[in-house]
């Protein structure tokens, strides 16, 4: 994981995040973010972070003209977590 991977370099600890999902990113945006902040958004396909990138995006920006996976098939797919994390 990259949030890992910065920990214990010069990249300061308050700004590192890590969500398990999407959603809880969401629900999580508000507290963090400022206005100037730069945001690095990774993860996988499955893990639908182009909800992010979009709640992200001025109001004024058509999300299906700026961002991938936007047509009404893709956007209507669950979030399924993957296998690796069943318990």
Known sequence: HLAAALHGTTFPEKSIYHFDDCEIALRSLSTI??????VLI?????????????????????????????????RSK???????WEK
């Open 33 to 38: 973010l400022r206005s100037g902040d730069l």
């Open 42 to 74: 990774k993860g996988s396909q499955g893990l639908r972070m182009e909800k992010i990138s979009e709640a992200l995006l001025d109001d004024d920006v058509d999300a299906s003209q700026v961002l991938p996976r936007q047509n009404a098939a893709w």
């Open 78 to 84: 669950p979030f399924v977590p993957p296998t690796e």
